[in-house]
């Protein structure tokens, strides 16, 4: 069935290290990916997006990868800090709208 | 700039009691959305108004009612709680349908 999901649950990086996170896809007709954090007791805080006509979009500090051939999203994230620890979700979006699929998330620790 | 507003925060309802769970929203957002967050299983879509006086089921809808009686306002209700409506609620918005959501800081709510 269509899903959204996550090769790792949690992820442990080192403070200033380089973190991925990852993210598979079952359906090809999803043309918009998002990436969200959460931190400890508040919402869902975007981060980043794709759109499926682009391979890599760039923010401040975050990169996401999207590889349709293999249906394979990622988020990295560059010097990570203690700031980051957080739940990492990704989110998919069916084409004609509304019915956003919702990854389980990884949670991220970052040691100091 | 307040953004998803939520209230309350936190609710202890025993079974069979009614609620409403309050959303409000700032930005002028056409969207919005009620999804639960329960352990291991992601987010999932309640229910999802496309504007003003307009209303749609989600993923798991059963159980709940919503209203959209102004632009601003999302109202999620629950007539008859049961124990297994015990979860975290978000409410989200968005300007546009596939757009990245706004999310509130949630409501952690309990059924006995």
């Known amino acids: 069935g269509e899903s959204v999901g996550l090769h790792l649950p949690t992820l442990s990086v080192q403070e200033g290290d380089n973190s991925i996170i990852n993210c598979a896809y079952s359906n090809s007709a999803s043309d918009y990916f998002i990436w969200y954090k959460q931190e400890s007791g508040k919402g869902p805080q975007f981060i980043i997006d794709?759109?499926?006509?682009?391979d890599k979009r760039q923010g401040q500090r975050v990169t996401v990868l999207l590889n349709k051939t293999v249906k394979h999203l990622s988020l990295q994230i560059a010097a990570t800090q203690p700031g980051d620890s957080a739940v990492y979700f990704c989110?998919?979006?069916?084409?004609?709208?509304?019915?956003?699929?919702f990854g389980a998330g990884t949670r991220l620790f970052v040691k100091a | 700039n307040a953004g998803v507003t939520q209230t309350p925060k936190f609710r202890v309802l025993k079974t069979g009691q009614s609620m409403t769970l309050l959303c409000a929203q700032d930005m002028n957002h056409e969207y919005m959305y009620w999804y639960r967050q329960d352990p291991g299983m992601g987010l999932r879509l309640i229910h999802y108004s496309v504007g003003e006086g307009t209303t749609a089921k989600g993923e798991v809808p059963d159980g709940y009612n919503v209203s959209r009686l102004k632009k601003q306002n999302f109202l999620l209700g629950l007539e008859s709680a049961a124990p297994s409506q015990t979860s975290v609620y978000f409410c989200?918005?968005?300007?546009?349908?596939?757009?990245?959501?706004?999310f509130g800081s949630g409501t952690r709510l309990t059924v006995v």
């Open positions: 794709i759109r499926s006509n682009m």
């Open positions: 989110a998919e979006n069916q084409t004609g709208g509304f019915k956003t699929i």
């Open positions: 989200a918005s968005s300007y546009y349908p596939t757009g990245g959501y706004t």
